[in-house]
């Protein structure tokens, strides 16, 4: 069985990995706050994850916590050559760079979103955006409210996905006096009770609206979609990595 290791297994996908997790094995956990374990499995300080994923004899960590801790064990990963999948959101360019340095000594492999149905969504959205070249496009995303990331890591995926197509500027909400630019795309990002992760893009033109969207129901999906990425990345050469690869494998 693949032993992995869990960032963030304190938090609500943290506890979703260790659930879905039934043809691997958590070993060990990292989380700042003092508790000893999580479901029967030990939860060490992400300082000291060097030496742990040592200890334990990790195979591979899987990754949901926050920027600054993910970077932290992104580190003690490359340290000790141990492969890792990010699904922590809310990098900034220089937290990305280090992950960039990461994956030059182990492989990586980042995604925003684990669903299947995001993977396919993005190239639905791909190609609509490409198709309806003029149509006026808007985004928007929903989750619970306890995100501290916004607009979501996958709204952001998306809008790059956008932006390959056609060169649209992002406004992000609109108050006031605010008429709409012919190459903007608005923005939105909604927080409200436990909404597990929707996304939807609207293209509006021609006397008509398309809508594509996507509904997370469970964070189990997400768990099993990067328990998936972690039984694929072992054993692979150093590099940046995407779950497409894995859905496509
Ligand atoms: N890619 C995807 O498919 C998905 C990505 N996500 C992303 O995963 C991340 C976590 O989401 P969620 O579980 O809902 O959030 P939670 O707030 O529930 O959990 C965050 C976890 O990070 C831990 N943490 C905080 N600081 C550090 C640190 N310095 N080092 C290591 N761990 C730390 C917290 O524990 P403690 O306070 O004890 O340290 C906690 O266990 C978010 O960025 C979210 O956007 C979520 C769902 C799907
Ligand atoms: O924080 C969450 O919950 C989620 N975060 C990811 C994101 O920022 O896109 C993925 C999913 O939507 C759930």
Not at 126 to 154: F, I, Q, W
């Amino acid at each position: 069985m693949t032993r992995v290791a869990v960032n963030g297994v304190t938090g609500q996908m943290g506890g979703a990995v260790i659930e879905a997790a039934t043809d691997s094995e958590v070993v060990v956990g990292f989380a700042t706050s003092e508790t000893d374990a999580v479901e029967g499995v030990p939860v060490v300080d992400p300082a000291d994850a060097a030496t742990a994923l040592r200890e334990y004899d990790v195979d591979v960590v899987v990754d949901f916590a926050v920027p600054e801790g993910a970077l932290t064990v992104a580190e003690a990963c490359a340290e000790t050559g141990v492969p890792m999948v990010v699904g922590t959101t809310g990098f900034d360019e220089d937290g990305l760079a280090r992950l960039q340095d990461a994956s030059e000594v182990i492989p990586l492999l980042k995604a925003t979103n684990f669903s299947q149905g995001i993977q396919v969504l993005q190239r639905l959205v791909s190609e609509a955006v490409d198709t309806l070249e003029d149509y006026d496009l808007e985004l928007m995303e929903t989750h619970h409210n306890r995100k501290v990331d916004a607009p979501s890591g996958t709204a952001t995926s998306i809008l790059d996905v956008i932006q390959e197509e056609r060169d649209v500027e992002p406004v992000y909400g609109r108050e006031g006096h605010a008429p709409r630019e012919a190459d903007e795309i608005g923005v939105f990002a909604r927080r409200a009770g436990d909404v597990r992760g929707e996304h939807e893009l609207v293209l509006a033109g021609n006397d008509e609206v398309l809508s594509l969207s996507h509904r997370a129901e469970d964070r189990g999906v997400f768990a099993a979609g990067a328990l998936d990425a972690a039984a694929w990345l072992v054993g692979r050469d150093a590099g940046w990595y995407a779950f497409g690869d894995v859905v496509d494998a």
